[in-house]
């Protein structure tokens, strides 16, 4: 079995804020999660904890108010404070020995900020206090090429992007969003962590990542006129805990090597698929991916993503759909209630299935065509509309599944396909259990079934049995 990585993570973070906080902490993720193996609740919430504790014990200051700027909407620089978030950057050089803190008090400042290193902006909270693009033409804020930088508390709002990070990796807690043409913005090896925020109602992609993989927790990205989060160019963030739902276009793209990875989230009610992989490989762990307008999970050219404990269901096309040589590993999933097919494999797509439920799906439980091989083995394939398992110029390896209740075919094969098939049971489906056309070469062997059609068939036919322990002779 192919092994891919899920989460293999360390995030580090240089914050360094006024009022006794420490500089240049490291923060070490402390699980890795790995294709076949089902991430622990334990583990994930051990690596939130982790992030947690460098946001509170780290980020957040201590209370002293050495390097303290304030900016106020009522302030008259008399006593210390800035009218302006703009005007208090400009008042400082803060440096590695002397970081900043601006706390920001509730209003509304109308500005396009560019940020400096070593500052913490803390807001009033993202509820009321708030960033509004003086001119939407540009960022509300910029990051270009700075370091240790925390944003907590507040709402970015009305420019080109919200937050645009080039070569920069911010903490931000708590932050929102909203109402911009593009929300966040990472380029070149940004990989800002974000925490207990919202990405939602602007007009193109909530989160827009190339070359760049930030950290996402406990978040909701939705709404957006575009992607909910769109990776290009080998960004691989993490997503954990996060909601990525009612989003235009697809909850999650991901194009040209890039690896994200996707654990505890909820991928539902997106306008198109849910999660999209061209020439990429994500590990999906213990997420949701639902509703979707389109297929829950559609991989495409040489995408191979691991998906483990996942439920795929109730999606307006298939469950996952692979294309030209994708080949995931589906692992301990649920397949389920798709208003198509439960899982497509074509173009030479040999995905290996195994310890999972495909059941009630409106179409096929799984099609194979043109020449794709999956493995399935130790999984339900039951309930589906039509056949339980459709092959079309394709030779599956199918080994001690049940397969039942289809509303077709158990197994049905056409067009010169050679499944392997061992150990399973194939009982109680409407048209027949097995049927091989003419032109095939089935190979079954200590299966279990009631009735069997067609001639395509080759070696040791009467090892099965029916479903009261009789053997069945060599052909039927």
């Keep these: 079995m192919k092994s891919r990585t899920l989460i293999a993570m360390f995030v580090f973070f240089s914050l360094t804020l006024a009022g006794g906080i420490c500089l240049a902490a490291t923060v070490t993720i402390p699980h890795s999660f790995t294709a076949g193996t089902p991430a622990m609740a334990s583990q994930v919430n051990a690596n939130f904890e982790a992030i947690a504790n460098a946001i509170n014990g780290t980020v957040l200051p201590s209370g002293s108010t050495a390097n303290r700027l304030v900016v106020s909407k009522a302030g008259t620089g008399a006593d210390g404070s800035f009218t302006t978030i703009s005007d208090a950057l400009a008042s400082v050089t803060p440096t590695a020995e ?247 494999n074509s173009g030479e797509s040999s995905p290996l299935i195994k310890d999972s439920t495909i059941a009630g799906n409106l179409y096929y439980g799984i099609k194979n065509t043109g020449n794709s091989d999956p493995t399935i083995t130790e999984s339900a394939i039951d309930g589906n509309l039509l056949d339980g398992i459709y092959i079309d110029g394709s030779s599956p390896t199918l080994n001690n599944n049940l397969i039942g209740g289809n509303g077709g075919h158990g197994i049905y094969g056409t067009n010169a396909s050679a499944p392997l098939n061992t150990f399973n049971t194939v009982t109680g489906n409407t048209t027949a259990d097995i049927y091989m056309a003419p032109s095939c070469s089935g190979v079954f062997n200590f299966n279990t079934y009631d009735t069997m059609t067609g001639t395509g068939y080759t070696q040791a036919i009467n090892t099965n049995t029916d479903s009261s322990g009789t053997g069945h002779p060599a052909y039927p």
Excluded: W
């Design 98 to 344: 002397n970081p900043v803190l601006i706390d920001i008090l509730p209003g509304t400042y109308t500005e396009n900020i560019v940020l400096k290193s070593f500052v913490h902006l803390r807001g009033s909270g993202a509820e009321i206090t708030s960033i509004q693009a003086a001119d939407p033409t540009l960022p509300v804020a910029f990051l270009n090429v700075v370091e240790s930088v925390a944003i907590t508390g507040l709402a970015f709002s009305g420019g080109s992007i919200g937050v645009h990070n080039v070569t920069s990796s911010p903490m931000m807690d708590k932050v929102s969003i909203t109402e911009n043409a593009i929300g966040m913005l990472n380029q070149q090896e940004s990989a800002p962590t974000l925490v207990l925020s919202e990405i939602a109602l602007n007009t193109g992609d909530g989160m827009q990542n190339n070359f760049s993989s930030p950290a996402v927790f406990q978040s909701a990205i939705s709404k957006n006129g575009g992607n909910g989060v769109n990776n290009t160019d080998f960004s691989s963030p993490a997503l954990i805990d996060t909601d990525i739902s009612l989003n235009t276009k697809n909850g999650v793209t991901n194009t040209n090597y890039s690896a994200p990875a996707l654990d505890g989230c909820s991928v539902t009610l997106n306008g198109m698929n849910g999660i999209i992989n061209h020439s990429s490989s994500p590990g999906i762990t213990n997420t949701a991916v639902e509703a979707n307008k389109e297929s829950g999970i559609f991989n495409d050219g040489e995408s191979s993503p691991g998906i483990v404990n996942c439920s795929i269901a109730k999606n307006s096309d298939s469950g996952v759909r692979n294309e030209n040589l994708s080949s995931p590993d589906i692992i301990m999933s649920s397949i389920a209630l798709n208003e198509k097919d439960g899982i497509v």
